[in-house]
């Protein structure tokens, strides 16, 4: 009972928290929006909080990856890392804004927090990756993973990568420019993957930290714009606040509560949203067409090719699931004939030893051993027969299987010979 009310209030705190960040992701617009507090202190306001929400994430990663254990233990280290350099990007940005009050150079010194900050971001999410379930190999991953990328890659450059790119005064602020959408896009790739690999303990954590990543992407991906088309007002824009929000759900996924373990469950199903989610990005690629011949805007010659990759990719990819398939019914097929001859070939064995127990007169005590060790032998090759024909409907089914106590087996057992 006190474990069942220990649970219970750290979701009603959790609940709370939630409620306000929302709350601070209101006020925060609404000040970016109005500019209530003059235009300087609405500034200052923006600059320390996007560098305080950033470091509170990287504290409560910390402390996710103290209370974790394994591969979650590094991923939550990672992350706290990634938000780390970021909050010090943003308080470089903040030095020069606020304090100096002088432009912020770019390339410069906040460039480097914000853009280091993607690679550990990106192996922080890759380590939250179980192992490969149901009929997925291990190289579908990545080809998904690939399929992601490039949607999302066609998506952004339909509504406006390509006038990121064309906005640059050299190389350099090209490069630096594009950095940011890029390492947007990768994250996402990689957490869209790691969310649809999560296990049911994962979920909710996974769900906020997409949330997260969404909402701070939208502010770089607007920031990257804005700046291309001389938009970015002295004050930035509303949009900031994905920032401030993003960084803040993310330091919710950290202290997401936790779940109580399923011992008894091996394997996981997918559920349908996470078979789904790679293939909805394909969505965004179709928006960013869509907008892209509405709006009359020159697309050149990069997104159409995106568009004919998807479309190769797609379509490798359902001849290459649909043998997998048929490989899968095949093996099944055999196996299930297999089992029956050997099952039929057992039991005609067993019914002969039993006939020569029950119809013998006397019988000496090795004679006994001999028989009963052959039904035993029999019984054995059974049931690992039957095993591996479980196994390989389960991993084509992908079904959740659960472990069966022991007295049950042996009571099973009992009843079968």
Partial sequence: MTALISVDNRHRTFAFAVGAVAVAAVVYAYILKTVVFGTTTVVAIDDIGEALSAAVASAACVWAATRAQGRNRLGWALMGVSAGLWSAG????????????????????PDVGFLTAVPFAVAGLRAFWGD???????WRVWFDGLIVAIALTSTAWGFGLNLVWDAGENLASKLVGLA?????????TVLILAIRRATGQQKGRMAFLLCGVAAYSIADSAFAY???????????SVLNTGWFAGFLLIALAAVYP???AK?????????????????MTLLTAAGGDFYTAVTHHEAGIFQPAMTVALAVLLTVNMLLERREFLEMLTEIQSSHTTLNREFKAALADVRRFSTRIRDAERHDAEEVRRLASEIHRIADHLDGLVEDIIDTEVEGANVEVVEVPASVATAAAGRSY
């Fill in 90 to 109: 943003q308080w470089a940005w903040t030095v020069y804004e606020v304090f100096l009050q002088q432009p912020v150079p770019s390339p410069g010194l």
């Fill in 132 to 138: 490969a379930r149901g009929t997925s190999s291990r």
């Fill in 180 to 188: 940011y959408p890029v390492g947007d896009i990768l994250i996402g």
């Fill in 226 to 236: 804005l700046t291309a088309q001389n938009a970015y007002g002295a004050v930035g």
């Fill in 258 to 260: 936790e779940a109580p």
């Fill in 263 to 279: 011992a008894a469950v091996t394997q996981a199903p997918l559920d349908l949203w996470q078979l789904a989610l790679p293939w």
